[in-house]
């Protein structure tokens, strides 16, 4: 099972980008999956989740701002990020609860995507 996120890069203050966050592998269901992001010297934080049934959590710095979602069919997370601020540069990173094929077992286990660098510019 592997994440692969995608979709960061450079823009101006005010600007938008989407990120995706796409699972592959032999899943039989994926239950949260989160953004998290982390700046230089910072700690890394959550800004958004979505649970499997759709329920939605924001961290306050991007309530209004971002939209967290999901595509169960393409076994796909989104990001859509407006209003970008300088403030928002960081490296986002995706996680997902997935439950998937293992062997002869059922396992759930959380995975991690590689980050991706999103840089706002002033």
């Known amino acids: 099972v592997q994440l692969q996120a995608s979709g960061g890069g450079l823009v101006q203050a005010g600007g938008s980008l989407r990120l995706s966050c796409a699972a592959s592998g032999s899943i039989m269901s994926i239950d949260r999956m989160v953004w998290y992001r982390q700046a230089p010297g910072n700690q890394r934080e959550l800004v958004a989740a979505v649970a499997s049934g759709g329920r939605r959590t924001y961290a306050d710095s991007v309530k209004g701002r971002f939209t967290i979602s999901r595509d169960n069919a393409k076994k796909t997370g989104y990001l859509q990020m407006n209003a970008l601020l300088p403030e928002d540069t960081a490296v986002y990173y995706c996680?997902?609860?997935?439950?998937?094929?293992?062997?002869?077992?059922?396992?759930?286990?959380?995975?991690w995507g590689q980050g991706t660098q999103v840089t706002v510019s002033s």
């Open positions: 996680s997902a609860r997935i439950t998937y094929y293992g062997g002869s077992a059922l396992v759930t286990d959380d995975f």
